[in-house]
Nanobody
Framework: VQLQASGGGLVQAGGSLRLSCAAS????????MYWFRQAPGKEREFVAT????????LYADSVKGRFTISRDNAKNTAYLQMNSLKPEDTAVYYC??????????????WGQGTLVTVSS
């Protein structure tokens, strides 16, 4: 499984960004998709996950109500729509995949990160 994240950039507080994660895999719908982030000087943390069909989602409390994870199985792509961004959302965002769906899981497959910087 190869994952390619994109869509990061610089945005002002209160703004929005959409991250994309393109997967190179034959059975994309066999994998739950994840977003994690790592802020400078901090440990990597779970952000959101979406189940294989997209019917179920889980979010970290810190992003609930502001971020939306989704997927398009026809395009082998997962998304993270980030609204009402705050400076504390500044981090490198990583997409990941695993055959299991759980907020406590450390996924087996990881893409490279994309940097999101939120200015105050």
């Amino acid at each position: 499984v190869q994952l390619q994240a994109s869509g990061g950039g610089l945005v002002q507080a209160g703004g929005s960004l959409r991250l994309s994660c393109a997967a190179s895999v034959r059975t994309f719908n066999g994998y739950a998709m994840y977003w994690f982030r790592q802020a400078p000087g901090k440990e990597r943390e779970f952000v959101a996950t979406v189940s294989w069909s997209g019917e179920r989602t889980l979010y970290a409390d810190s992003v609930k109500g502001r971020f939306t994870i989704s997927r398009d199985n026809a395009k082998n792509t997962a998304y993270l729509q980030m609204n009402s961004l705050k400076p504390e959302d500044t981090a490198v965002y990583y997409c990941a995949a695993d055959t299991y769906f759980a907020s406590t899981l450390v996924p087996n497959y990881w893409g490279q990160g994309t940097l999101v910087t939120v200015s105050s």
